[in-house]
């Protein structure tokens, strides 16, 4: 027996899901485009590697031929990602740390119900 109010309850639930913003970020420090697409609670996104920066018009710049990171991260700070990439040195993984701060900076703008205690470093 299904109750009466669960058609309501999917409507909203999908409603809450839909993504309010969508953006792509270009991280020249680190060299990656970022496709955010955010909500209130969370946020996904796809971080490709940029190969061939062309810092007049980044839209432009040459990009790898997959998905470097993809993943998402929630209103309390927790972050799944998948990563298909490969480092030739200590500078690609700095880079790799950089984005990471990236990425939770933006979510901490973009996600309307952030918990502003997941940007604070631990004691």
Known sequence: MTSPNRGAWEKERKFKTKYMKSEIVYYADC???VEYSASDYNMDFIA???EGMN?????L??????????GNIKWDGCMNFVQDDHY???VFAEYCLQLMTHIYKYAAE???KWDSQCTSSPA
Do not use: V
Request: hydrophobic share 35%; glycine share 8%; net charge negative.
């Open 55 to 59: 810092e007049e018009n980044m839209e």
């Open 31 to 33: 060299w990656f485009k």
């Open 110 to 112: 973009n996600i309307a």
């Open 48 to 50: 490709t590697r940029i």
């Open 88 to 90: 030739c040195g200590l």
């Open 61 to 70: 710049s040459t990009f790898g031929q997959s998905e470097s990171i993809k």
